[in-house]
């Protein structure tokens, strides 16, 4: 097989994952208002962003992170809004797909199906990931204690340790609104990890 004939076949696979998960409907009767997975990716992506599930805006944009919060997160990040959609930048790959609803306090869990049906197969068509950020306490409980066992109880602690996860992996908190307290309490993350992040996302982006 050529380099261009593998490059096609590869090329088709990543397009045949990636159709079938936007048409997922595997949690359809738990949707309040049906089924809409937001995903953005494409097989040059070398960083990848895994957050928690869309939320009300996303869900009637279908553009991932088109809130108050990802323009928390492109700050952070120090990327524009044409970097951070472009998919051959940024894979981005929430933990549930689809708005799942509003709870008592904000929105609900994302629903667990996605990430065991889809992740695994979305993650082997993309191979130039380099970095992956986890965003929030249900990414970081999935994927670090998978590979790390239990090794921190909170959020706060897992991310105050991110250099034991760095290069490849940084925890981060969520970006919202709603974590001002968190950010005002923890003055550590803005001072440090920050720092190493677009420190870490600028280098993997600037590679040849």
């Known amino acids: 097989m050529t380099g261009e004939s593998k490059k096609n076949d590869q090329d088709s696979e990543f397009e045949r994952v990636l159709m079938q ?6 949690c359809e009767a738990h ?9 953005q990716m494409a097989p040059g992506a070398r960083i990848m962003i895994i957050g928690q599930a869309p939320g ?3 869900h009637q944009t279908g553009i991932p992170w088109n809130d108050a919060s990802g323009d928390t997160l492109r700050r952070w990040l120090e990327l524009s809004r044409e ?3 472009d998919p051959e930048v940024l894979a981005i790959m929430p933990m549930g797909f689809c ?4 709870g008592n306090s904000g929105d609900l869990p994302p629903r667990p199906e996605c990430a065991p049906a889809w992740h695994r197969q ?3 068509v993309l191979p130039n990931i380099e970095l992956t950020l986890l965003i929030g306490q249900y990414a970081q409980r999935y994927y670090l204690s998978n590979q790390y066992g239990n090794r921190y109880k909170t959020l706060t602690e897992t991310v105050r340790n991110w250099r034991e996860f760095a290069p490849s992996v ?4 969520h970006p919202s609104p ?3 307290y968190w950010l005002a309490k923890n003055p550590w993350f803005e001072a440090e990890e920050l720092p190493a992040l677009r420190e870490r996302v600028h280098q993997v982006l600037n590679k040849p």
Not at 21 to 26: F, P, S, V
Not at 31 to 39: A, I, N
Not at 99 to 102: E, M, N, R, T
């Open 99 to 102: 708005y799942p609803g509003k």
């Open 170 to 173: 940084l925890p981060l908190p």
């Open 31 to 39: 949707l309040p208002l049906g089924p809409r997975p937001v995903l």
């Open 56 to 58: 009300l805006k996303v």
């Open 178 to 180: 709603r974590n001002r």
């Open 21 to 26: 998960a936007r048409a997922c409907r595997i």
């Open 83 to 85: 970097q951070f959609y």
């Open 122 to 124: 979305l993650l082997d």
